[in-house]
């Protein structure tokens, strides 16, 4: 307990300076969907849910993918921002700047990847390594359930895009299971992404200005203008960042920064642990109000997995189904299945407003990249009979919300997800290409 003090002490102490980032104690790492996987995953090999007399019988799962390369449009913004750090640099060394010299340096030695920022959006190499270390923990925690996958015993698929597409080999190739098959991509309407082929969805709520008021009332918030405010100051450049600079500064930061080599990125110096949270609540707004709670099409939508979910798992307890499910996607349909399961919502709705510092939607916590929502069907032999229950995971931690003590009976499972079934998004009125 002693140590444990001791270390939270530290941490404390250091973010309290603020000064110099390198040597930093404990960094804010949590950057709304753009948060590294390694920085908030648990690990299901040591679920705290351990179930006597039951074997795992399936496992169904919702993935992100993983970390990826920023788009074209972010990696534009992102190039003409660079010019900024010669600024810094510049500031500094004419006494302007409240950066420590390392933090400088740091910048100054940083390398500019254009083959990283080529707009081509693709898996990254930290990407790869998180989604087949899932599928590695997977493998190691139910190993009797997946160690032997004949044909027809399990459904692999991912969403249309070469880093979705990569994603869900790397997460397969982690189970250690030889000559597995990984369906193709669908052109049209899936499961795992619905909405990316509706209509009215790109229309009304992806392209719609009208969804992002509060994000862009919060851009004139007093709380947002002393972020940029203090942005400016402690970088010390004579002319005023733009909010478009102060974004693509952010992306720097959270793009070039690495969790599995524990490595923190030199632009992430330019700004103080209020600033980050500052932004990444900037952020919550957007998805919050495009992906979830904030449109009430997006629980609809959040119901057609589920009601796959339900049917496969179903099918199990009647002798059919798959051992093993796997979808990977995009974080938007994650916001969408936890919206429908009513998970992380809050009292009142988020707003530009104000910033709801103890607010249960948390993107930095829930889409980030490598994001998962994995179900466990178990069967329990009790005195000759057989029975089922449902663990929930989130992110390889078990979530204790959606039933008591995180197991669900089969009784409350079913009363929960039956519904979900033959859900209907007839109301699209017509088919986008949007993938």
């Known amino acids: 307990?002693?140590?444990?003090?001791?270390?939270?002490?530290?941490?404390?102490?250091?973010?309290?300076?603020?000064?110099?980032?390198?040597?930093?104690?404990?960094?804010?790492?949590?950057?709304?969907?753009?948060?590294?996987?390694?920085?908030?995953?648990?690990?299901?090999?040591?679920?705290?849910?351990?179930?006597?007399?039951?074997?795992?019988?399936?496992?169904?799962?919702?993935?992100?993918?993983?970390?990826?390369?920023?788009?074209?449009?972010?990696?534009?913004?992102?190039?003409?921002?660079?010019?900024?750090?010669?600024?810094?640099?510049?500031?500094?060394?004419?006494?302007?700047?409240?950066?420590?010299?390392?933090?400088?340096?740091?910048?100054?030695?940083?390398?500019?990847?254009?083959?990283?920022?080529?707009?081509?959006?693709?898996?990254t190499e930290e990407g790869r390594q998180e989604m087949t270390r899932i599928g590695n923990r997977l493998k190691e925690t139910f190993p009797s359930l997946l160690d032997h996958l004949p044909k027809g015993s399990y459904k692999f698929r991912s969403a249309k895009g070469i880093w979705i597409e990569k994603s869900i080999e790397s997460l397969v190739s982690g189970l250690g299971v030889p000559n597995l098959i990984i369906d193709e991509a669908k052109p049209g309407l899936d499961v795992m992404n619905p909405y990316s082929t509706c209509g009215a969805y790109q229309k009304n709520v992806k392209s719609n200005p009208a969804v992002y008021v509060e994000s862009a009332k919060y851009l004139k918030n007093s709380e947002y203008l002393a972020t940029k405010d203090r942005i400016q100051r402690r970088s010390g450049i004579e002319y005023s960042l733009t909010d478009e600079n102060v974004t693509a500064l952010y992306d720097l930061c959270r793009y070039t920064w690495s969790a599995v080599d524990r490595k923190s990125s030199p632009w992430c110096a330019l700004f103080t642990k209020d600033d980050l949270e500052v932004l990444e609540y900037e952020q919550d707004l957007r998805h919050y109000y495009r992906n979830s709670y904030g449109t009430a099409v997006n629980e609809v939508f959040g119901k057609v997995p589920l009601g796959d979910l339900f049917t496969n798992f179903e099918s199990v307890t009647k002798g059919g189904g798959n051992k093993i499910v796997a979808y990977v996607t995009h974080s938007t349909m994650l916001d969408q299945m936890y919206t429908a399961l009513g998970l992380f919502k809050d009292s009142n709705p988020l707003t530009g407003a104000n910033r709801d510092r103890d607010r249960k939607w948390r993107t930095s916590k829930i889409s980030v990249f490598s994001a998962n929502l994995v179900a466990v069907l178990n069967r329990c032999v009790k005195e000759g009979s057989s029975e089922y229950n449902v663990v929930f995971y989130l992110n390889e931690e078990p979530i204790r919300s959606i039933c008591e003590e995180g197991v669900c009976s089969w009784e409350d499972f079913d009363a929960k997800l039956r519904p979900t079934v033959n859900t209907t998004i007839d109301f699209c009125e017509f088919t986008s290409k949007h993938y």
């Open 1 to 123: 307990m002693k140590t444990i003090l001791v270390i939270t002490f530290l941490c404390i102490h250091e973010a309290a300076s603020n000064y110099c980032y390198w040597n930093t104690g404990c960094p804010y790492k949590y950057f709304s969907t753009e948060t590294a996987y390694n920085s908030v995953r648990g690990d299901i090999r040591d679920s705290v849910i351990k179930l006597t007399g039951c074997n795992p019988v399936s496992i169904w799962g919702m993935y992100r993918h993983g970390k990826r390369k920023p788009s074209s449009h972010f990696s534009e913004k992102i190039k003409a921002a660079l010019p900024i750090r010669n600024y810094v640099v510049e500031s500094y060394e004419n006494g302007h700047s409240s950066l420590c010299a390392q933090d400088v340096d740091n910048l100054r030695d940083w390398k500019f990847d254009s083959k990283f920022f080529d707009g081509v959006i693709d898996i």
